[in-house]
């Protein structure tokens, strides 16, 4: 027996979420690897499907978790042998296959990398899919020319998972970043994570015009609707936007003005179905670059018994950077 969160569609379609004990016949049989979880995370995505906020889970009865760091117990896969260990995110599951808020999981081999060298699994769900995002944008703006003499980097929902890795690793790569937060008293936090400055949110969360002042020579956008429209109004001639979340909405009420006029180039950032070289690679920077100092500042680590309660306090924004869950307590 093991312990995970389990969730259940109710009745009344609200979501049913708590701490149960299943065994291994209760698993998924779409899998070729049985993990031990030894930590998870929680992620906006999580959070939606623990409080049911939105339609994230596609199949019922679920484990949620997206991410999961640890080490193989069985396998059947070529690549992977019990002792192994690995870090997972994203490939649906927590969504449509059971995830890793539990102590336990069956996995598909392929949907694995291997735990970098020196990196422990509770530093790797530090990171989780919000780091891994991150980098993934940072690679981004580095493939698309934007370099560190080209102008300041806006970074948006700034005091998040994704926006605190991002300042952290952009900083680190020699960049002057400009955070955007609706959180005032999170200041001191994102310069000691690296910002060069800190704008309130309120500065590009409504309509805006179609062309604005030149700002940003890029930007990583976690929000979406009329804070991702005034980026791309603001951002230089030539400049890019790195694109990877919705907390603002999905629309995009922009204009085709910055992509005809300026020649801004819109990059859409996917991490759940991103390919293992691409994977590989951003961990691989990760394990590189990401300090560990930084890294502390920006965790909290709580209890699998803590998660569900701690779900609801992310959606309602009162979680700074990552939150870490120990599986074992």
């Avoid at 312990?3 to 009745?11: P, Q, R, Y």
Wanted: proline fraction near 5%; glycine fraction near 10%; charged fraction near 20%.
């Amino acid at each position: 027996m093991f312990t995970a969160i389990l969730l259940n569609k109710k009745d009344d379609g609200t979501t049913d979420a708590r701490l149960a004990q299943l065994d291994d016949a209760q698993l998924p049989p779409e899998g070729d690897v049985t993990v031990r979880i030894d930590y998870s995370t929680i992620n906006y995505k999580d959070a939606l499907a623990i409080t049911g906020k939105s339609p994230v889970v596609r199949k019922w009865p679920m484990v949620p978790g997206i991410d999961g760091a640890g080490a193989v117990i069985a396998s059947s896969h070529p690549d992977w042998k019990a002792g192994d260990t690995f870090v997972l995110n994203g490939w649906g599951v927590g969504e449509a296959h059971m995830g890793c808020l539990g102590q336990r999981a069956r996995l598909k081999g392929d949907w694995l990398i291997p735990l970098p060298q020196g990196m422990s699994p509770r530093s790797a769900m530090a990171i989780g899919t919000a780091g891994y995002t991150a980098m993934l944008c940072a690679m981004a703006l580095q493939e698309q020319g934007v370099t560190r003499e080209a102008g300041d980097i806006l970074v948006t929902g700034a005091s998040g998972g994704v926006g605190s890795i991002a300042i952290a690793i952009l900083a680190r790569r020699g960049y002057r970043v400009v955070a955007s937060t609706g959180k005032p008293e999170e200041v001191d936090y994102l310069k000691a994570l690296g910002a060069a400055d800190v704008i309130d949110r309120a500065e590009l969360s409504s309509p805006g015009k179609p062309l604005q002042k030149e700002r940003w020579a890029g930007a990583v956008d976690a929000v979406g609707s009329h804070t991702l429209a005034n980026a791309l109004a603001q951002t230089r001639y030539g400049g890019t936007v790195a694109a990877c979340g919705l907390a603002q909405g999905m629309d995009l009420p922009a204009s085709v003005a910055p992509f005809i006029l300026r020649g801004v180039k819109l990059i859409g950032i996917d991490s759940v179905m991103a390919p293992k070289q691409r994977r590989l690679a951003a961990w691989q920077n990760l394990a590189a670059e990401l300090d560990a100092v930084a890294l502390d500042k920006i965790t909290q680590e709580i209890a699998l018994t803590d998660a569900v309660a701690k779900a609801q306090d992310l959606l309602a924004g009162r979680v700074r950077g990552r939150l870490v869950v120990d599986v074992n307590r």
